[in-house]
């Protein structure tokens, strides 16, 4: 089992920029997918990015361009950079470990972007 804790959101303001971090506990951490998801008010959870044991990510339409999430497998650790902020970037950021039928979620980080 994984245990996750995301630290790095805040206020920004528009155009601006956060890095987002995720700390793995536990096991095998180079074995999971990583993802980051995120939920803004009043709807519904939504994929941003992911990134594979591999290395392979992969990006909602929404984010291309301006996010990057990356791994170091070494420090247990996932991030998201995101730059470029926009106010409807505005939602709690949670963090995914996943491997097989296996998911373990993050309690989220609140991002909201406004000037």
């Known amino acids: 089992q994984v245990q996750l804790v995301e630290s790095g959101g805040g206020l920004v303001q528009p155009g601006g920029s956060l890095r987002l971090s995720c700390a793995a506990s536990?096991?095998?951490?180079?074995?999971?997918?990583m993802g980051w998801y995120r939920q803004p008010p009043g709807k519904q959870r939504e994929l941003v990015a992911s990134?594979?044991?591999?290395?392979?990510?992969n990006y909602a339409d929404s984010v291309k361009g301006r996010f990057t999430i990356s791994r170091d497998d070494a420090k247990n650790t996932v991030y998201l950079q995101m730059n470029s902020l926009k106010p409807e970037d505005t939602a709690v950021y949670y963090c995914?470990?996943?491997?097989?039928?296996?998911?373990?979620w993050g309690q989220g980080t609140q991002v909201i972007v406004s000037s």
């Open positions: 990134i594979t044991s591999g290395g392979n990510t």
């Open positions: 995914n470990a996943a491997v097989g039928k296996y998911n373990s």
């Open positions: 536990g096991s095998s951490f180079s074995i999971y997918r």
